[in-house]
């Protein structure tokens, strides 16, 4: 009867179809949770070199000395958190099973956003409380200090994605904490850094470098041939025997190498591929699914770019984009800029020079988000002419959910002066 009443109202609820699916066991993944990102593998290819030189360098620790500090660079997805969390979680157990003060901490310092967030996370590592707000850096600092020194506890301290810290907040806090051991009666700390960014050390003042990178550890990007093992050894924890092919891992593998060797990006491809093939419903992941991932995951790319550009970055990317739209013979920079001018007026909010739009427009086309060729006009001299290279239904999509602009789009282009 109830079968009979959903069937006469039309189509099912799409819901309970959805929910149904859920429930009933996947044939495609057998454990998902292996291609999560914050999975930690028991088993690292192509890495067990540097957990051996990491674990070289902390080693005096568990003999009760204080390990210099590291600083490990090397590119994204590279495996440097995944190196350092499986190296401090055995040093962990060791250092409980042989009773020690000894302590291990990780902060991600792009996470936890604040120099104030980071410097209260190593107050928390002692049981020191700090308010969430409040109190003043150096106060927290000072906190730290004084419980470091009290203590008899040997800290490990991981910085993770350090240049965030010092982008925010400058390099001071960073100083004070190479100098942290200074006159210590008790506890000591050693800084195992961490960055993706190799222009870092250069944003550090000399002194901080040289304290913070004692011991240097440098990550290379993966080949296409160390992706495949990489990947081959996760594929078998996460799906059912038969459903991922070699030939789907080696194209996930080369996808990923194409730029660099990026272990994150190889993972996320084989898991949005499972995904779509989930979907669909198909038994095995294909070829076909591992080339649709791949435009996903680059249009996920782009939105993630541009949804979080600077304001007037968005403001200039949408002039250009209602230039274009509205079929300006010549989208130059003065077409733009007075566009661009509209649309600052529309906000309520101050231009800028013509000078730094047209930094803008080459920092954009420097993305790849725009391009320009100089062009001449006999008399008018030279200009730039501006065209968009990313889709402009992506472009649509970051405008419709920016809430600064979402209701500009519709705004009218005027013909610059003179033109
Ligand atoms: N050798 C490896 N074996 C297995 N999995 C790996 C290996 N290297 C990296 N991974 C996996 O790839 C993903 C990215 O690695 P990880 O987070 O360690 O990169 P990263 O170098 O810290 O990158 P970022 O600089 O962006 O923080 C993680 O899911 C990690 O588990
Ligand atoms: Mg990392």
Same mark, same amino acid.
């Given at each position: 009867? &109830?079968?009979?009443?959903?069937?006469?109202?039309?189509?099912?609820?799409?819901?309970?179809?959805?929910?149904?699916?859920?429930?009933?066991?996947?044939?495609?993944?057998?454990?998902? +949770?292996?291609?999560?990102?914050?999975?930690?593998?028991?088993?690292?290819?192509?890495?067990?070199?540097?957990?051996?030189?990491?674990?070289?360098?902390?080693?005096?620790?568990?003999?009760?000395?204080?390990?210099?500090?590291?600083?490990?660079?090397?590119?994204?997805?590279?495996?440097?958190?995944?190196?350092?969390?499986?190296?401090?979680?055995?040093? /962990? +157990?060791?250092?409980?099973?042989?009773?020690?003060?000894?302590?291990?901490?990780?902060?991600?310092?792009?996470?936890?956003?604040?120099?104030?967030?980071?410097?209260?996370?190593?107050?928390?590592?002692?049981?020191?409380?700090?308010?969430?707000?409040?109190?003043?850096?150096?106060?927290?600092?000072?906190?730290?200090?004084?419980?470091?020194?009290?203590?008899?506890?040997?800290?490990?301290?991981?910085?993770?994605?350090?240049?965030?810290?010092?982008?925010?907040?400058?390099?001071?806090?960073?100083?004070?904490?190479?100098?942290?051991? &200074?006159?210590?009666?008790?506890?000591?700390?050693?800084?195992?850094?961490?960055?993706?960014?190799?222009?870092?050390?250069?944003?550090?003042?000399?002194?901080?470098?040289?304290?913070?990178?004692?011991?240097?550890?440098?990550?290379?990007?993966?080949?296409?041939?160390?992706?495949?093992?990489?990947?081959?050894?996760?594929?078998?924890?996460?799906?059912?025997?038969?459903?991922?092919?070699?030939?789907?891992?080696?194209?996930?593998?080369?996808?990923?190498?194409?730029?660099?060797?990026?272990?994150?990006?190889?993972?996320?491809?084989?898991?949005?591929?499972? /995904?779509?093939?989930?979907?669909?419903?198909?038994?095995?992941?294909?070829?076909?699914?591992?080339?649709?991932?791949?435009?996903?995951?680059?249009?996920?790319?782009?939105?993630?770019?541009?949804?979080?550009?600077?304001?007037?970055?968005?403001?200039?990317?949408?002039?250009?984009?209602?230039?274009?739209?509205?079929?300006?013979?010549?989208?130059?920079?003065?077409?733009?800029?007075?566009?661009?001018?509209?649309?600052?007026?529309?906000?309520?909010?101050?231009?800028?020079?013509?000078?730094?739009?047209?930094?803008?427009?080459? +920092?954009?086309?420097?993305?790849?988000?725009?391009?320009?060729?100089?062009?001449?006009?006999?008399?008018?001299?030279?200009?730039?002419?501006?065209?968009?290279?990313?889709?402009?239904? /992506?472009?649509?999509?970051?405008?419709?959910?920016?809430?600064?602009?979402?209701?500009?789009? &519709?705004?009218?282009?005027?013909?610059?002066?003179?033109?």
């Amino acid at each position: 009867m &109830e079968e009979l009443q959903r069937k006469v109202g039309g189509a099912e609820d799409p819901l309970s179809e959805l929910i149904r699916k859920s429930l009933t066991r996947s044939s495609i993944f057998r454990n998902r +949770e292996v291609l999560r990102a914050d999975y930690i593998p028991g088993n690292l290819p192509h890495r067990w070199e540097h957990v051996r030189r990491l674990g070289e360098i902390l080693v005096p620790s568990l003999k009760g000395m204080r390990p210099s500090n590291v600083f490990i660079y090397g590119k994204t997805g590279t495996g440097k958190t995944a190196v350092v969390k499986h190296v401090f979680k055995k040093f /962990e +157990e060791e250092a409980a099973r042989l009773n020690l003060q000894l302590k291990f901490v990780y902060i991600n310092c792009r996470v936890a956003g604040t120099e104030y967030r980071v410097l209260s996370e190593l107050c928390a590592a002692l049981d020191v409380k700090v308010p969430f707000t409040g109190l003043s850096k150096a106060e927290v600092m000072n906190r730290f200090r004084n419980a470091l020194h009290r203590s008899e506890v040997l800290m490990v301290t991981c910085l993770d994605e350090i240049d965030h810290l010092v982008k925010s907040s400058g390099d001071e806090s960073l100083y004070q904490l190479t100098r942290i051991n &200074e006159g210590s009666p008790g506890g000591l700390m050693s800084i195992v850094g961490v960055s993706n960014d190799l222009m870092f050390k250069e944003m550090l003042d000399p002194r901080v470098l040289s304290s913070l990178s004692e011991e240097e550890i440098v990550f290379h990007p993966y080949t296409a041939v160390e992706l495949v093992d990489i990947l081959s050894e996760r594929a078998k924890a996460a799906f059912h025997d038969g459903v991922v092919s070699e030939g789907v891992i080696q194209l996930c593998a080369a996808l990923a190498a194409a730029e660099h060797g990026d272990a994150r990006r190889a993972l996320d491809l084989l898991r949005v591929a499972a /995904e779509l093939a989930e979907r669909e419903g198909a038994e095995r992941v294909e070829e076909r699914h591992v080339r649709a991932a791949f435009g996903v995951i680059e249009q996920g790319r782009i939105y993630e770019a541009l949804s979080t550009l600077p304001l007037h970055g968005r403001i200039v990317l949408l002039a250009v984009y209602q230039c274009v739209r509205a079929g300006v013979q010549k989208v130059t920079t003065g077409a733009v800029y007075n566009q661009y001018r509209n649309v600052c007026a529309a906000l309520g909010v101050e231009p800028l020079t013509d000078r730094r739009v047209s930094s803008i427009i080459s +920092e954009l086309t420097m993305m790849g988000v725009l391009s320009s060729d100089v062009v001449s006009y006999g008399r008018y001299g030279r200009t730039r002419r501006i065209a968009l290279n990313v889709p402009t239904e /992506e472009l649509e999509n970051v405008f419709l959910n920016d809430e600064a602009l979402s209701n500009l789009i &519709e705004l009218p282009v005027s013909e610059p002066k003179g033109a």
